[in-house]
């Protein structure tokens, strides 16, 4: 339940969440991402390295964008980690003809009052999953923008302040280029973590169809953790430790992407590379942040910001691993 503040002045509405969930004790936290992880494989198969870093993603208040071909189980992998927990869900289908509008919601007249109500859009649900957010153009896509960095939306002049947690999970189509928009810059920067699922191991794939030729298992898949206890481990993965010179190695690999790119890690990146080892050094059962929590990080949270320089055949990736290879931990 949530409390809403309005100013009337600014027009801002301020949603409050009662303080009722308990923080979570560091054990606590890596037992809870173990136990959604282990649920959402009963319905995706041979995926345990992505599954696990959309789980730290979503501990380490950061958002996802999935990249890669048609049908290897993209918008089925986000769903089946909505449904673990017990936690308000919304599906947003990007097309060509879809409006920032149907993203973030609109004021309709009201005949009755003679007043305009709003009417929320699917951005206020606590996972919201952009189903080929690459199909819709750059203004429908930057709707996403605000809610992504202030978990809030402004239609009309008001604010609406989503719910929380709040968690976008995106798909983009890797394929189909021509028929596809290419993401802003400023919102790619905006997801925590790129990935790639890639086609399954054959016995994986041979897995993968036993448990869906029948009823398809998302279908069975119920929840194993409260709102409250994502609540409560997402507070406690804010205050693991980062010491002083895990903050300097971080610096010092932004940096060296900054020099040898057209576009290195923007500060955000390196904020998001930050908490997402809080979240891993969690996972492990500890409440300090340690260099090998930051290498596992690393190339998923940093490549899809870097654009190499023109005329080079590097990617992101390859920047990304020369930083980890040159630059020393001190």
Not at 17 to 23: A, I, K, L, N, S
Not at 37 to 64: C, F
Not at 171 to 183: D, F, K, S
Not at 219 to 224: G, I, N, S, T, Y
Request: glycine residues 6%; proline residues 5%.
């Amino acid at each position: 339940m949530t409390d809403a503040n309005t100013d009337t002045e600014s027009g801002r509405v301020e949603t409050t969440h009662p303080e009722t969930e308990r923080q979570l004790s560091i054990d606590e936290v890596g037992d809870l991402a173990r136990t959604v992880i282990e649920n959402t494989e009963r319905v995706i198969v041979g995926s345990h390295d992505a599954i696990e870093h959309i789980v730290t993603a979503i501990l380490g208040r950061g958002h996802v964008l999935l990249e890669d071909v048609p049908g290897v189980g993209k918008t089925m992998l986000a769903r089946a980690i909505a449904r673990s927990f017990e936690s308000s869900f919304s599906r947003v289908q990007f097309t060509p003809d879809l409006l920032p509008s149907d993203v973030t919601g609109t004021n309709v007249f009201n005949q009755k009052t003679r007043e305009f109500d709003f009417r929320p859009g699917p951005i206020f649900a606590n996972v919201v999953l952009g189903d080929e957010i690459n199909r819709a153009p750059p203004k429908t896509q930057s709707a996403l923008l605000e809610a992504m960095e202030e978990t809030q939306v402004t239609v009309d002049g008001t604010t609406y302040a989503l719910e929380q947690p709040f968690t976008v999970i995106a798909t983009q189509n890797a394929i189909e280029r021509g028929r596809t928009y290419e993401l802003p810059v400023a919102e790619v920067d905006r997801f925590m973590k790129r990935l790639e699922l890639g086609y399954p191991e054959p016995d994986a794939e041979s897995a993968m169809l036993d448990r869906t030729v029948g009823t398809h298992p998302i279908d069975r898949l119920e929840p194993v953790a409260t709102l409250d206890q994502l609540r409560g481990a997402r507070a406690t993965v804010g205050e693991v430790t980062v010491e002083g010179p895990i903050r300097q190695y971080v610096t010092r690999l932004a940096n060296h992407t900054r020099e040898r790119a057209e576009l290195g890690v923007s500060p955000r990146g390196s904020l998001s590379l930050l908490r997402a080892a809080q979240a891993r050094a969690a996972l492990d059962g500890r409440g300090y942040v340690i260099p090998d929590d930051i290498q596992h990080e690393a190339e998923v949270t940093l490549a899809h910001r870097i654009r190499p320089a023109s005329g080079t055949d590097r990617t992101g990736a390859d920047v990304v691993r020369a930083a980890l290879s040159s630059v020393r931990v001190e």
